[in-house]
């Protein structure tokens, strides 16, 4: 089945580290998207990629940064992960003709920060 | 601009009872409107979504929704919950400008 998935799911780290959440996609979507779910505050844009040359900020990119390694591939990361960035974090996928930009999820990666 | 609110963080319903989660949205264009559900440990499935369409959407599970637009509401109802129903819903927003935004989400949780 086409899909998104997203590894590690599970990351317990240290204030200071860098960290690499990866996303990889079967659906040959072109748009990435990263999000961060925090309690009480729903969904949150990190950045988004229109296709590979094409990388954008979100609402909270700061902290953050991504690489979009090819059409399948989009990683967020961390340079120096901080206690508040403790969160699942989210990717998904749209495709480029969707005039509604309905978007698929990946099943999320649990980052705590130490 | 475009932005949502989902009232109610927490709803309890008895099991066989009328579901209603209320989203409320606000959006310059015309909006496409979505609502996600997140069951524990597990990404957001789409449950239905309005495209301009017919106004009564139907979706997974025996979900639907009612756009209304001098309501500036989509809220999401099932006439007769199941314990299978426990689990946080997300209403999302599209305006055109290509990306979705969020609200905060409502926990459903289920009364046996």
């Known amino acids: 089945d086409a899909d998104v998935t997203q590894t590690p799911r599970n990351r317990i780290t240290k204030t200071g580290k860098r960290i690499m959440l990866e996303c990889s996609q079967t659906?040959?979507?072109?748009?990435m998207y990263w999000y961060r779910q925090d309690p009480g505050l729903g969904l949150r844009l990190i950045y988004y990629s229109f296709d590979v040359k094409d990388i954008n900020k979100g609402e909270i990119s700061d902290g953050y940064s991504v690489s979009r390694q090819a059409q399948a591939k989009f990683s967020l990361s961390l340079e120096s992960a901080i206690p508040n960035q403790t969160a699942l974090y989210f990717c998904?996928?749209?495709?480029?003709?969707?005039?509604?930009?309905?978007?698929?999820f990946g099943p999320g990666t649990r980052l705590t920060v130490l | 601009a475009q932005s949502v609110t989902q009232l109610g963080s927490h709803v309890s319903v008895s099991e066989g009872a009328l579901v209603l989660l209320r989203c409320n949205y606000s959006s310059s264009v015309p909006p496409y409107l979505f609502w996600y559900v997140q069951y524990p440990n597990q990404g957001l499935q789409l449950l239905l979504k309005y495209t301009s369409a017919a106004t009564l959407v139907k979706g997974i599970n025996g979900f639907e929704a009612e756009f209304k637009k001098s309501e500036t509401s989509f809220h999401l109802t099932k006439p007769s919950a199941h314990m299978s129903d426990a689990a946080e819903y997300f209403c999302?927003?599209?305006?055109?400008?290509?990306?979705?935004?969020f609200g905060t989400g409502t926990r459903l949780t289920i009364i046996p």
């Open positions: 998904a996928t749209s495709a480029a003709d969707s005039s509604y930009n309905e978007q698929f």
């Open positions: 999302a927003v599209s305006g055109g400008n290509e990306k979705l935004t």
């Open positions: 659906k040959g979507h072109d748009r």
